[in-house]
């Protein structure tokens, strides 16, 4: 029985989003306005059709060509959103009817009486920040204040989303979860998706730093989601850094939580080899998106992009004949836009399988024909939403 391995680039768009300027984001293309600013050397996912699939997006490849030996493809997201939930959903066969909720654009951007609930109910002296703000700079702006008072600090972005940063050892690494379990029941009501812990150690403004003990609280999915419906079905799933967050637990699997792309990397290729037959292993190479998208750094994003490429010779070693590999994203977060927030584009999907025609599945209307490919091909569902293409001929 055939295996499938999914792996999510953190926010690598490739431009092109019909709807882009609904979001503020006309323009937007991670990928190759990374390349505007570097020469980027990724041959491997070239060969897998990485410069192709951004020629069908934009209309431009702007990286170098080699010998195609997978197929590819680029799909199109119909939810409405541009955050880690929302695609990573649409990816597993879930995409959204509804918009989430979001907080406002000001100062304070929560409302007042969620700031008492949230006081009150996790017995704090108060909350700091308050506001929209990259999660680093409002560590570093109020970092000292927070562990001076033992205020936590809350934070927002473009997501539908709550962050709440605590220091782990002057406030508690299990406190802080505890504060972020008050404020996941009292926002559901507003449909947040998200309430995120964020720690950090340090001891003053230049040395604070986040760890890798950040917990996700997330709604559950409304739908059965390709996770749920494989693990419903027996099959093994492995789930590698935040995708156990990401789905709230929900038919995820045995839950692997790393920090770092290196640690994704190597925990991936150690949990290769034993994954069962018809089983999924999926991971989230996060560092992408929180080091280099909303940090702003198109040059370190490309650098990172090279290393990833660089091993996946390692990975492809271990598939097995009938094995899977796809490659994509789950949205977008060009690290030359303004702001610090994600960007509303198309993604790639990278295909491999070991003695499969190359070629392309073209234009896909929804990310969730990924999930329902990899549905079919692993011999379950077929899930609620999505296309499957023809891995055995991409273009038929």
Sequence with gaps: MARAFLLILDSFGIGGAPDAASFGDEGANTLGHICEHMQLRVPHMASLGLGLAAELSTGRNPIAAHPLIGQYGVAREVSRGKDTITGHWEIAGVPLAFDWGYFPHTVPAFPPELVDAIITGAKLPGLLALCHASGTEVIEDFGAEHIRTGKPIAYTSADSVLQIAAHE???????????????????????????????????????????????????????????????????????????????????????????????????????????????????????????????????????????????????????????????????????????????????????????????????????ADIGQTIAQHLGVGPLGAGTAWDVASPGA
Excluded at 312 to 324: C, E, H, T, V, Y
Excluded at 331 to 344: A, L, S, V
């Design 169 to 367: 050892a002057h406030f508690g690494l299990d406190r802080l979860y505890e504060v972020c379990r008050v404020a996941r029941e009292l926002t559901y009501p507003m449909n947040i998706g998200r309430v995120i812990a964020r720690p950090f150690l340090g001891e003053r403004r230049g040395d604070f730093h986040r760890t890798g003990h950040r917990k996700d609280f997330a709604v559950t999915p409304p739908a059965p989601t390709l996770l749920k419906v494989l693990s419903d079905a027996g099959r093994d799933v492995v789930s590698v850094g935040k995708i156990g967050d990401i789905y709230a637990h929900v038919g995820t699997g045995r839950e692997i939580k790393v920090a770092g792309n290196p640690a994704f990397l190597e925990t991936t290729l150690a949990n290769m080899d034993g994954l069962g037959e018809g089983g999924l292993l999926m991971t989230n190479f996060v560092d992408f998106d929180t080091e280099f998208g909303h940090r702003r750094d198109p040059v370190g994003y490309g650098r990172l992009l090279e290393a990833f490429d660089a091993a996946l010779p390692r990975i492809f070693a271990k598939l097995k004949r009938g094995d899977l590999l796809i490659l994509t994203a789950d949205h977008g977060n060009d690290p030359t836009w303004k702001g610090t927030d994600h960007t509303r584009e198309q993604i790639p999907v990278m295909s491999f399988m070991r003695g499969v025609t190359p070629g392309s599945f073209g234009l896909r209307s929804s990310f």
